[in-house]
């Protein structure tokens, strides 16, 4: 076929797609209506593939040919380092795999039209093509410099936008080679050209103290200091309650008070109050600081809070929800102060039942500012210098102890899920040098707290849930039984099994999978692969429970100070107690509640990915301090490119496929492992190795380990 007569046919069909009688045919329906003997079918099917891989035209997964809109779908595009990418439709169980060559120049984050052309079989995703982007999402990108001689262009810090910014003379500032900047994209370019942009900021060199977490901060768009509004609003709170404020609240001043934290903690917004009567039965107090009481709804301070959505703990530094005036201040339940609380009192018998709770507007007092060092080495060390220095305190903390070991079986036995995986402690010097990373352990102490505070979460749930109000609660959705059926096939290779209703999986035999597992040398491996099987927790005003807590009712009521959404449901709490939710306000908490669960649930997620991209590159930076260095790890992740390995500082890399010497090794997906075809050496999940750190990209931040000779 000649490229004038391809033309002219890919012209001829375009134009009768696009007429409005025509209604999406076959091939061989197409072929009748074109009048094209059989001998030509194969011509036809040719021309119709050339308009596919173009974008021109859609097919149906019945094979029907018509316009690209009458079959494509409008999703949110991912994209990998890789070149690929994914997209994510709402309402769609699998996203769509997309190869590189059929992204149409999307970017990640991008809103695209898109086609399927092959259906999913069995676990696999099915493969599609971006036909359209309907709208950008990187208009702005953060990234490193590089300058030629009369252009630049910019790698930008996101490894998801897998393009340069081509960067033209006279549009970049001054910057030079090194810099981190901000850049404006003008033209997002296409298939076959690269994006272009103008640099409007230099961040700073690359080598410049604090330029690393800036760059994050930038990329993620998180705040960088509250506006004039809001600090002059901050400026006029109080620094001291006015008695005329405790009037008609429940006084708990003459209650012994602690609160329990870390070391570094100056928000302290949750205080606790206990005690046991003759019967055995058990009187909590979870005390949260009262935000609402100076945050109304409304005002600046509550629009920066409901903007923000909750605090962001980055490794050098905080981005607070609220002004410090308010976090540090006067909502921080310092000792020795009065503070205004919300309280949850609750009485609780011996097996962990809930008999009873009040929750109330409270004035309290905090007699100690307790760690959680100091705690542990009460409750599990039994250090006589703590205990004596402590030493009125003591039975308020072994009270404490032995409630929370109810409660915390009382999950157990219900079916609450366990991961007990070390989180990074990262530790700098004054100039933001890392001088150590270490894993950050639970001990006994944090337990408590941890335990106190999910039971008063569920207690507030549960009692909102029945009163039939508006309120926020927090989810977690059952897993996705393809993904556990994928994990109970994989366990099998171990003798594991997990019992299944309706195709369902109960959270009590997740757990009772953990528990078969721990100290087995396959432990590492299934935790992994059952925590990835797992969807994410999130905000709604709908209570259809937590499936990892195996709750039916739950809640995020204990950090006003750090979380908007326990600042709104306080909120509806606190105006129920005083004067009850009029149909009025029942129908403004019915309208704004929805918009308020989708933007928290959003911005918790860009919270954890900035400090999740905090931790790595800090982590990359240590490691490039120790190259050539050996140390023994664990194979956290495979893949068909490689292995990732954990150290156990928490420090993730890569043992890149190319490196694995002495074979030709291929990805085993069902088994989750890199086989030798010749020698049979198998590299698996949860398997331990020694590495060599071979290599750091503080750009990409990523990390590289060969593995040790043996």
């Known amino acids: 076929m000649t490229e004038d007569l391809l033309k002219q046919r890919k012209d001829m ?70 070149g690929f990418g994914f997209v994510t439709i709402e309402g769609q169980e699998k996203d769509i795999f997309i190869p ?25 995703r099915p493969e599609g ?33 897998n393009q340069d910014i081509f960067i033209p003379q006279g549009k970049d500032m001054g910057a030079v080679t090194g810099h981190k900047v901000v850049v404006h994209v003008t033209d997002f370019g296409g298939e076959r050209r690269k994006p272009e942009g103008e640099v409007t900021e230099i961040i700073g060199h690359v080598n410049d103290p604090g330029t690393d977490i800036l760059s994050v901060i930038k990329a993620y768009g998180l705040p960088e200091g509250f506006s004039h509004e809001v600090m002059e609003l901050a400026s006029r709170m109080p620094e001291e309650v006015d008695p005329r404020e405790t009037k008609g ?20 917004d949750d205080a606790i109050t206990i005690s046991k009567e003759q019967d055995g039965r058990y009187t909590l107090g979870v005390h949260i600081a009262d935000v609402t009481h100076y945050v109304r709804e409304g005002s600046a ?46 009485e609780i018998d011996g097996r962990g039942n809930v008999l009873g709770h009040r929750i109330a507007e409270t004035v309290l007092r905090v007699d100690r500012r307790m760690t959680y060092t100091a705690v542990n080495a009460i409750v599990t060390d039994r250090d006589p210098e703590v205990m004596e220095e402590y030493r009125e305190l003591v039975p308020m903390f072994d009270l404490m102890k032995e409630l929370a070991d109810i409660l915390r079986e009382k999950r157990r036995k219900r079916g609450s899920i366990d991961f007990d995986f070390p989180e990074s402690r990262i530790l700098l010097d004054s100039r933001g ?17 941890e335990d106190f505070m999910l039971i008063a979460n569920e207690t507030v749930a549960e009692d909102y849930f029945w009163q039939e109000l508006p309120f926020v609660y927090r989810t977690h959705d059952y897993p996705d039984p393809e993904k556990m059926k994928r994990l109970g096939t994989f366990i099998n290779n171990f003798g594991y099994t997990m019992r299944t209703q309706n195709g369902e999986v109960h959270p009590r035999e997740v757990q009772k999978l953990l528990d078969r597992i721990e100290g087995t040398s396959e432990e590492a491996l299934i935790s992994r692969l059952t925590l990835r099987s797992m969807r994410q927790a999130k905000y709604t005003t709908m209570c259809t429970g937590h499936y990892g807590l195996a709750a039916n009712y739950y809640t995020h009521f ?17 105006e129920n107690l005083q004067v009850g939710l009029s149909p009025k306000r029942i129908a403004h908490y019915d309208r704004i509640l929805p918009e308020v669960t989708v933007q928290c649930s959003a911005m918790e997620r860009r919270a954890d990915e900035a400090e999740r991209e905090t ?43 190319s490196d694995l010497s002495g074979d030709y090794f291929i990805f085993d997906e069902e088994h989750m492992e890199l086989a030798g075809e010749a020698t049979h050496i198998r590299y698996k999940l949860g398997q331990k190795v020694r590495v060599v750190v071979s290599g750091t990209d503080r750009l990409t931040r990523t990390i590289d380990f060969i593995l040790a000779e043996t």
């Open 433 to 449: 040098k890392v001088v150590d990373i270490k894993p950050y352990e639970r001990n006994a102490a944090t337990k408590i707290i």
């Open 249 to 268: 609240r429940l006084d708990l001043r003459c209650l012994p008070t602690v609160t329990i934290d870390g070391e570094d903690a100056k928000d302290l």
């Open 100 to 124: 590189a060559e059929k992204t149409a120049g999307a970017m990640d984050g991008d809103q695209v039209q898109v086609v399927a052309e092959e259906d999913a079989k069995g676990s696999r």
């Open 558 to 574: 204990t950090s006003p100070i750090r979380r908007y959404p326990d600042l709104q449901i306080h909120r509806i709490i606190k």
């Open 301 to 346: 301070l509550d629009e920066e809070a409901f903007k923000r959505g909750t605090s962001v703990y980055l490794v050098d530094r905080v981005i607070p929800m609220l002004p410090h005036k308010l976090s540090n201040g006067i909502c921080s339940l310092n000792a020795g102060t009065d503070r205004l609380a919300l309280s949850c009192i609750m």
């Open 615 to 657: 931790d790595k590159l800090k982590k990359c930076e240590y490691m490039s301090r120790h190259m050539g260095e050996t140390y023994e790890g664990v194979i956290s992740s495979v893949t068909n490119w490689g292995l990732y390995v954990e150290l156990p500082n928490t420090v993730e890399g890569m043992v890149k496929v």
């Open 129 to 161: 093509a971006v036909v359209k982007i309907l709208k950008h999402a990187n208009e702005t990108i953060i990234g490193y410099y590089q300058k030629n001689k009369n252009f630049g262009f910019v790698l930008p810090d996101n490894q998801k936008l």
């Open 13 to 82: 069909l375009a134009a009768l797609f696009q007429e409005k009688s025509y209604v999406p045919m076959k091939l061989k329906e197409l072929a009748i209506f074109l009048d094209i003997p059989k001998s030509q079918r194969d011509e036809l099917k040719e021309v119709l593939d050339i308009l596919l891989r173009e974008g021109k035209i859609g097919i149906s997964k019945k094979g029907k040919y018509g316009k690209v809109q009458d079959f494509a779908r409008i999703g949110v595009f991912s994209g990998h380092a890789r």
